[in-house]
């Protein structure tokens, strides 16, 4: 590394000093793996958990009461969670993590499918969250 940062028609070197080496790999422990496992963290999750972690967020910064399955696939407007089963597998993560609680509810003496709604732990907004 010090031979490409200060070459100036200097010839290739023969060898690496112990030096030299204990540099470049302090370099890769310290900077470029840490930048590596930021950056492509999110990609080894399993899409469940990438999911849950995308709606968690989504509830730290609007702060709901309640949330609702519908809403969040048709307004919220997250990657990968637009369609019902995915919402749903989040959610069901969310919730045994404690963080929302089935609260279906119906409007009026209707028959019909109750709607999804989850009520949000207000436990949550007392504590401090670093969300990216």
């Not at 470029?32 to 496992?37: D, G, K, V």
């Not at 709901?64 to 089963?85: D, M, Q, S, V, Y």
């Not at 119906?106 to 109750?114: I, L, Q, V, W, Y």
């Amino acid at each position: 590394m010090n031979w490409a940062l200060n070459s100036s028609n200097q010839q290739v070197p023969e060898y690496i000093s112990c030096k030299s080496f204990a540099s470049a790999a302090g370099l890769v422990d310290e900077y470029f793996l840490p930048m590596a496992e930021r950056t492509y963290g999110d990609a080894t999750m399993p899409t469940v958990e990438r999911h849950a972690t995308m709606l968690a967020r989504q509830i730290l910064r609007r702060q709901p009461e309640k949330i609702n399955t519908r809403e969040i696939g048709r307004e919220w407007k997250l990657p990968g969670l637009k369609e019902a089963a995915p919402i749903h597998k989040a959610c069901e993560y969310l919730q045994e993590a404690n963080w929302i609680d089935k609260s279906p509810s119906r409007s009026g003496d209707t028959t019909g499918r109750s709607k999804t709604d989850f009520l949000v732990n207000p436990k949550l907004w007392g504590m401090t969250w670093d969300i990216g």
